[in-house]
């Protein structure tokens, strides 16, 4: 279903070619609305000048070409030739009725064949997720989710680290010293997982500072590309292991990936030899001082001189250069990916550029098929540096969770005194993870955040909280609404609030099309924050149970109705709950 805007674009266009006939007909004016809820055209001025023509007259022939159509009800022009028009109210109305009763929200189903590979979160094996997989998980679940809800095909592809040298520690050093695990507290995964985690650091300190053991682990690691059987059997423990933590935290965020989209390094292993055999043949890779590297020309370090992307190092062993190769490789192939999106943090920026044009040269990266790299900011604590612990660590990401949900705890109980300690638990979570995921997700996903827990959980300002308090209040609303028997009236006259809200509505597509072109969840919930902010202001001005008159009552409980279905589709896209009381 075409927005009105699409439909006033469409109008201007075939208004300003029957104003200059042929002339006009390749212009391609731009609308924009204004603080009034006109749409303004901008097209007309550069047009006129083109062609040598009076702006202000060639404005006025538009005018009246446009202002006999019915979604039109009035046309000005203003200034030096600008066109101010003002959508109906029954057109207005009329679009709300039809969205609402269409559970996409008239917006279509995308007629796209190809496939996105959505590469996000890519924790490593053995370790605890930290403030430093936060970004990387939401925004590519918001991504996956937008597009799929478009009608794109996405594969959710979780990059596991696990293969290296330190799985060749961590076994070793269990080997060695046994007794590491006896009195460890078992069972849950969380406690499991932490266990693994310190398990894994003290094999770090081991191989950092004792040389004849890191001479063993490096035979471990060998062993366990071999595939020795008690090697390999340790380190699936050691990954299937890790997998059950990684699902628990990805539950707790409600976020999509599960163990299926889980592909570990380890699984293209198989595949670097003759990624680097193909890359030397064809010339892209050229051995120097031992190593195959790939050069670029835009590519030197500070002093000058090249830096290249080490494919094979000068002991036989790969980079992860080498798997993200062959990742592209198999994703292109194998998987039919026409569109590689890859959700890091901007520090891998020149990694990815040097990847992607090896992967163009070599022909895996052919015509038609696209990789991104989506870089973003990093989370700062309160000095604005990036989040540590009070004694340097890197947060746990399950303690940030944990203490958004506790903050959100008090929100919710001085809101709702009388919630059961139950229904306390899950209106804490859903505000909790939802002001997390928010707080994230509102940001330009290229700038760094304050990570602020007070901030993420109140009730005003720009956050998630506020959002899922509209959807509450309008669910309240429509439960205490009668059953209304008189139908939509769209010739009723629409009150300020009431135009705001209606046009904002409408452009939910709009919103949501940004996000798919430019991979930006921060522009759907800027477009969301205005929905509940218009809806605040319908709400103060324009009395809903209260209305004058039942057709006045059923005209804003349709308004009331699209908002709460705005919100709810655009909070699901963002993996936000939707509480149907706070």
């Not at 050069?295 to 036989?316: A, N, Y």
């Not at 994703?331 to 992607?356: E, I, P, W």
């Not at 929100?411 to 939802?434: C, F, N, T, Y």
């Not at 218009?534 to 103060?540: R, S």
């Amino acid at each position: 279903m075409p927005s009105l805007g699409a439909r006033l674009r469409d109008r201007v266009a075939e208004a300003i070619t029957a104003a200059l006939g042929d002339a006009g007909g390749a212009a391609d004016p731009r609308l924009q609305r204004s603080d009034r809820a006109d749409w303004q055209a901008n097209g007309v001025l550069a047009l006129a000048k083109s062609l040598k023509a009076n702006p202000r007259e060639l404005a006025a022939k538009v005018v009246e070409a446009l202002t006999a159509d019915d979604v039109v009800a009035a046309g000005e022009v203003s200034g030096p030739g600008f066109i101010n028009l003002t959508v109906s109210g029954p057109a207005i109305l009329r679009q709300a009725a039809a969205r609402v009763d269409d559970p996409r929200l008239g917006l279509p189903v995308a007629a796209s064949t190809g496939v996105s590979v959505v590469d996000y979160s890519q924790p490593n094996i053995a370790k605890e997720m930290h403030v430093g997989h936060l970004r990387s998980t939401i925004i590519g679940d918001a991504i996956v989710r937008v597009l799929e809800f478009t009608g794109e095909r996405v594969v959710r592809n979780n990059h596991l680290g696990d293969w290296g040298t330190q799985f060749g520690m961590l076994i070793q050093d269990l080997r060695e010293r046994p007794e590491l695990l006896a009195g460890e507290e078992e069972g849950g995964d969380q406690p499991s997982m932490s266990r693994l985690n310190r398990l894994y650091r003290g094999a770090r300190a081991r191989f950092d500072g004792d040389p004849d053991f890191a001479d063993r682990a490096r035979k471990r690691v060998v062993a366990l590309q071999a595939g020795d059987p008690d090697t390999m059997d340790a380190w699936r423990e050691i990954v299937e292991e890790s997998k059950r933590y990684f699902e628990a935290v990805y539950a707790e965020l409600d976020v999509l990936l599960t163990d299926a989209d889980a592909v570990g390094e380890s699984f293209y292993n198989p595949f670097l030899a003759e990624v680097c055999a193909e890359l030397e043949e064809s010339g892209v890779a050229v051995r120097s001082e031992g190593a195959l590297c790939v050069f670029f020309d835009d590519v030197k370090g500070p002093d000058g001189s090249p830096v290249p992307l080490i494919v094979q190092k000068s002991d036989g062993g790969y980079g992860y250069g080498t798997t993200d190769l062959a990742a592209i490789r198999y994703r292109v192939n194998v998987l039919g990916a026409t569109d590689l999106l890859y959700v890091v943090d901007s520090r891998q920026a020149l990694h990815f550029k040097m990847v992607f044009e090896t992967a163009r040269r070599a022909g895996w990266l052919p015509e038609g098929v696209t990789a991104r790299h989506l870089p973003f900011g990093t989370v700062l604590g309160p000095d604005g540096k990036p989040f540590k612990t009070r004694a340097g660590d890197t947060v746990r990401l399950v303690d940030l969770l944990q203490d958004a949900v506790d903050r959100a705890a008090s929100v919710v109980r001085e809101k709702s005194p009388d919630l059961s300690p139950e229904e306390l638990a899950v209106r804490a979570r859903q505000v909790g993870i939802g002001a997390v995921k928010y707080a994230d997700l509102s940001t330009s996903r290229t700038r760094d955040y304050v990570f602020d827990v007070d901030r993420m959980v109140s009730l005003t300002g720009d956050t998630g909280v506020y959002l899922q308090y509209a959807y509450a209040r309008i669910q309240s609303i429509l439960r205490k609404a009668p059953d209304v028997t008189a139908a939509v009236d769209p010739e009723i006259p629409l009150e300020d609030p009431e135009r705001a809200l209606g046009l904002l509505l409408d452009e939910f597509g709009d919103a949501v099309a940004q996000v798919t072109e430019l991979y930006e969840p921060h522009r759907l919930c800027n477009y969301l924050f205005s929905v509940a902010s218009a809806f605040t202001a319908f709400y103060e001005r324009c009395p809903v149970l209260k209305a004058p008159s039942e057709a006045l009552m059923a005209n804003r409980l349709l308004l009331c109705r699209l908002t709460a279905k705005t919100l709810r589709q655009g909070m699901a896209l963002l993996g936000l709950a939707t509480p149907e009381q706070l």
